[in-house]
């Protein structure tokens, strides 16, 4: 997956979120530790929508090690509960991309923690269901389930 | 929990179920928005992030970004997105905490394309200001409410050792009075 998301590969010195990180780059942070940054991001969705980075340049979610994904799931949810408790919002999504085709636009991995508000009219996160007949869905499942077998049996 | 339907999905015995663990489950939804439409969901009934105890979070995360890249080779697809509907206002549709592995095709139609809005620097200050403060807060009450806890398992420590002194001095007392 790595290879095949990520052909691109660019130094640390040439990230723009690299320099934010390393604070070579001008941002509004709320969040930092030694692990990751988080600021928020000059063209929201919302306002109060924020970008949660590690640090360590990765540039796709799934090659970051398991104890740094559990901390920045914990730091996403901590962030996601503040912008609840302290801006006119009444819901959050979190969203990764992974690959051009999911829209990762920086080649920097990161997760967008996006306030909502009612009636904003973001309708991007509407998951609603489209056509995809049975036998496909169960096709899907013995292809998928299989290789998980495989994955986590080995 | 009758009007759950992914608690019902889960008791279900005849359903499929993709992975299971002592915490969580992942299976393909029955309204998939894309092929390969994969939740991952405590067993447990927990609606929303907030009340997810952090190591069931970070478990969630960790088990729904290793199974967006399996999904994504066994599926050979152009890429992945792991996302969250945390609240009806974020549009999420059903009351169970989930997260939604949405494996993308070049052109599948889909796209996250919000408006990028502009704000005045006022604005984004005061934002900032907010969600700093409330999260330095919450940080820091967390933290004197971890130091209180371990405050209080010293002194139950200190009384326990009062307990075992005394003890002793009983002991120590028997055995003397013992002594003829
Ligand atoms: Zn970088
Ligand atoms: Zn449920």
């Known amino acids: 997956m790595e290879q095949k998301l990520s052909p691109n590969h660019s130094p640390d010195d040439q990230c723009a979120f690299c320099q934010i990180v390393k604070g070579e780059f001008e941002s509004l942070k709320i969040y930092e530790d030694d692990i990751c940054t988080a600021i928020l991001d000059i063209k929201p969705a919302n306002p109060g929508h924020v970008l949660l980075l590690p640090k360590q340049h990765f540039e796709i979610f799934p090659i970051i090690p398991k104890d740094i994904v559990k901390h920045l799931s914990i730091t996403a949810k901590k962030i996601s509960h503040a912008i609840l408790q302290s801006i006119k919002a009444s819901g959050t999504n979190i969203l990764i991309a992974n690959g051009e085709a999911a829209g990762q636009a920086s080649n920097h991995t990161m997760i967008h923690i996006i306030p909502r508000i009612e009636n904003d009219k973001i309708n991007q996160f ?27 049996n080995k | ?26 299976f393909l939804t029955p309204t998939p928005h894309v092929a390969g439409h994969t939740i991952v969901c405590t067993k447990k009934h927990i609606s929303i992030l907030e009340q997810l105890p952090d190591d069931i979070a970070g478990h969630l995360f960790d088990l729904a970004n290793r199974l967006s890249s399996i999904i994504h080779t066994a599926l050979n697809t152009d890429g992945t997105n792991i996302l969250v509907n945390n609240g009806p206002t974020a549009n ?31 604005l984004m200050l005061e934002i900032h200001n907010r969600i700093k403060t409330q999260l330095d807060k919450n940080i820091k009450n967390r933290k004197e409410e971890k130091e209180e806890n371990i405050i209080i398992a010293n002194q139950n420590k200190d009384q326990d050792k009062k307990q075992n002194k005394d003890d002793e001095e009983n002991y120590l007392l028997k055995q003397l009075q013992r002594v003829p």
């Open chain 2, 1 to 26: 929990m009758t009007s759950c339907p992914y608690c019902d999905l889960i008791q279900n015995e005849q359903f499929p179920l993709l992975y299971e663990d002592e915490i969580a489950v992942a």
């Open chain 1, 126 to 152: 509407i998951l609603e269901k489209n056509q995809i007949d049975e036998e496909d869905q169960s096709q899907l499942y013995s292809i998928i389930s299989q290789k998980i077998q495989e994955v986590f």
């Open chain 2, 92 to 122: 999420q549709d059903v009351p169970h905490f989930s997260i939604n592995i949405l494996p993308r095709r070049k052109n599948d139609g889909y796209k996250f394309d919000w408006n990028k809005r502009e704000l005045n620097n006022e």
